[in-house]
């Protein structure tokens, strides 16, 4: 592997990008879905127990413990925790002495803290992805943000290869889980002709992906196979092009899952990790300026087999692999000139090699998930030290689109509303879908965390989805909060002036129209059965699902003090709260940018601006040159035409030469 200053640059910089689309995102929500008026009021999990503070912190590691020191309650303890995160992130973003392991160790604790309370909203793969990327970039960053130039340790080649073993990770075990699954769409390649109706939140593009002919449907179904369980061996080779060949893959897929899809900052995140395969030498590349088909069949106990004799040697090619890194920084130290810097070099490797192997060791409990026989054979020590940091969320098992959902249609719970429980009026979100001469919509890095878990409901019985009485008891009352989560724009909203008296919810099945450009439809869809029976405040079913989920008011909120940092956060959030997600993510990442691209433009001109001084030097040559000819003449020194000439043209020679010196000595 060649320098990887640049790689790491990049990915700091992604890494700032991410946690302020998190961040952001999460902030315009929370009112909605975790204020005291929300549908899970964070509220409720922050009990006060009399123990002394660092128990507390032990047993739920979250900074809203400190928010009444501040007088802020749950609620404006979340909200100050998002906006410290988004303005850290933003900061990092615009200046690179902000990329630090100490600012990105406030990122990761602060979006901890509020993964503690987010329940069921927060508890999505690429969460607990963002929480072990963001503890591996605090080993990654550079611990200088005191000094403006960040120099490249030697041991850095360890922890940067941490994040290539995560990609590994990730892009291994989502290819095996599709199989180990037994769904036959993916064993019958046919995955993709249902995928982009049935996924989440489709952007317009999935409609013209999902008219593309099943021949090329099954061939991407083997590229995606290819590209999540064979290529990721790439990431270990020490064939340089092997590496880049992997990188330009893995982005391939991610980009064509961005454009189809929905998946807020989770392609973002999986990029990022993909930096940890370049060096250097590639990304000035840059700056100076295919999928194969399979048609062998095999059987699940097959592959099974293969998973049995593949996962160990993986884990093995993982140990080399970082041996490799730790002997090559080791022999970097021991090349550091003068005693001291060697000593220092030499402790420093020790620490970072030390963490790299630990992070390493317990990553493999997760990793062998997959395969029993593997993960039986894990040392017990480090399952045992896996159990005690799980709650920090460093090392996670994952398995992203195990089984391909909506084979038979996309299910989708449609909530209704009614004064007389005669006429019915449709609650329209804003992107999720519902209405069938609705686009789809492009929202993407923003998350909106209820219309992903509305898409989840739908999958299941009410009975698994116990928020949906939260939400169904919050439109009743007809709280603000929970209705900007439907529509920010109050004239959308079908109940504005006054809340309906009776909710239900229907289940539909929804399909693409063949032909958008006649129907003037994107959608069609077919009535399957009640989701959620009719019900109104005071009803006794509803009272009885409340209490049997836990969702009762438990006694008002208390109110917070009129003192500066609640009266802050409260002024914030009313000129935030007319935006959507998406306008506030694409204000911040357009602002952050523009200063990027002053910062790098202006930078640049007081170097183009220094030949002046080789100017004036030049001047002040010529200067005491003509003394020189004068004081010649005064003491009798004749001297002819042609001796004159030469002189001039000495003279005319002699200052190119100091313009060229002096150029020299700017470079």
């Known amino acids: 592997m060649g320098e990887i200053q640049l790689p790491r640059r990049l990915f700091l910089w992604s890494m700032s990008v991410i946690y302020m689309f998190a961040f952001a995102s999460l902030y315009i929500q929370i009112p909605g879905l975790y204020g005291n008026e929300g549908i899970l009021p964070a509220r409720w999990l922050m ?57 990105f160790f406030c990122l990761w604790a602060l979006y901890l803290s509020l993964y503690q309370v987010g329940q069921v909203f927060l508890y999505f793969q690429w969460d607990s992805l963002l929480l072990e990327v963001g503890f591996l970039t605090i ?11 960040q120099g490249l340790k030697h041991h850095d080649g360890i922890t940067f290869w941490l994040l290539r073993w995560l990609l590994f990770r990730l892009m291994f075990a989502s290819g095996v889980v599709k199989l180990t699954s037994r769904c036959p769409t993916w ?6 002709t249902y995928h982009y109706e049935t996924q989440c939140i489709p952007t317009p593009l999935a409609w013209y992906a999902h008219q593309a002919p099943v021949w090329f449907q099954k061939l991407s179904v083997v590229g995606t196979y290819v590209i999540e369980i064979a290529v990721p ?43 940890s395969l ?60 003068g005693f001291f810097w060697k000593l220092w070099s030499t402790v420093q490797w020790a620490i970072f090699a030390s963490a790299a192997a630990g992070m390493f060791a317990i990553s493999l409990v997760p990793y062998t998930f997959i395969e029993y026989d593997a993960n039986s054979k894990i040392w017990p020590g480090i399952k045992r030290v896996y159990d005690d940091v799980d ?37 329209e979100f804003m992107y999720k879908p519902g209405n069938v001469s609705g686009p789809p919509p492009v929202v993407a890095p923003h998350q909106p965390r209820l219309d992903w878990q509305m898409w989840f409901a739908a999958l299941g019985p009410q009975a698994h989805s116990p928020w949906f009485t939260g939400l169904v008891h919050r439109l009743l009352q007809g709280k603000k909060d929970v209705i900007s989560l439907i529509q920010t724009d109050e004239s959308q909203y079908p109940f504005s002036q006054n809340p309906p008296v009776f909710i239900r919810a229907q289940l539909y099945k929804y399909w693409f129209i063949d032909d958008v450009s006649q129907t003037k439809q994107w959608w069609r869809r077919q009535f399957i059965e009640e989701f959620y029976p009719t019900v109104f405040l005071g009803d006794p079913n509803l009272e009885a699902l409340l209490s049997q989920h836990g969702l009762k008011d438990k006694g008002p909120a208390k109110r917070s003090t009129e003192a500066f940092v609640p009266a802050t956060l409260k002024c914030i959030r009313e000129h935030v709260g007319p935006l959507t997600g998406p306008q506030v993510l694409l204000s911040l990442f357009v602002t952050g940018l523009a200063i990027c691209v002053l910062k790098g433009l202006f930078g640049r001109a007081p170097r183009a601006s220094k030949p002046k001084p080789a100017v004036a030097e030049n001047k002040t040559r010529k200067a005491k040159d003509v003394p020189v000819a004068a004081e010649k003449k005064d003491h009798g020194k004749k001297k002819d035409v042609s001796g004159s000439t030469n002189e001039e043209k000495e003279i005319t020679e002699e200052k190119p030469m100091d313009s060229e010196k002096s150029t020299k000595r700017r470079k």
């Open 233 to 275: 061996f790439l990431f270990f080779l020490p064939i340089r092009s092997m590496r880049i060949l992997s990188f330009y893959l893995q982005v391939l897929l991610q980009i064509c899952i961005l454009l189809t899809g929905n998946y807020n900052f989770f392609n973002l995140l999986t990029i990022a990790l993909c930096f």
């Open 187 to 192: 064993w019958g390649l046919t995955a993709l």
């Open 278 to 337: 370049l060096d250097d030498e590639h990304i000035h590349v840059w700056h100076g300026q295919c999928k194969k088909k399979k048609s062998k069949s095999f059987t699940y106990h097959e592959f099974n087999q293969w998973l049995k004799m593949i996962t160990g040697p993986t884990i093995w090619i993982g140990v080399l692999s970082l041996t490799w890194e730790i002997v090559t920084a080791m022999f970097k130290c021991a090349c550091v000139r």
């Open 139 to 149: 080993l990654v960053a550079p611990l200088n943000l005191f000094r403006w130039k």
């Open 47 to 103: 009990r006060y127990t009399g123990k002394p503070m660092l128990e507390q912190l032990k047993d739920s590691p979250t900074l809203l413990w400190l928010g009444p020191m501040l007088g802020l309650d749950t609620q404006q303890g979340m909200e100050l925790i998002c906006l410290l995160g988004t303005l850290l992130a933003f900061g990092a973003m615009v200046l690179e002495p902000m990329r630090d392991s100490l600012i």
């Open 391 to 427: 709650r920090f969320q460093l090392v996670n098992s994952y398995g992203l689109f195990r089984r391909m959902t909506g084979v038979g249609g996309r299910p989708e719970v449609v909530l209704e509303g009614s004064f007389d429980k005669e006429t019915w009026t449709e609650i």
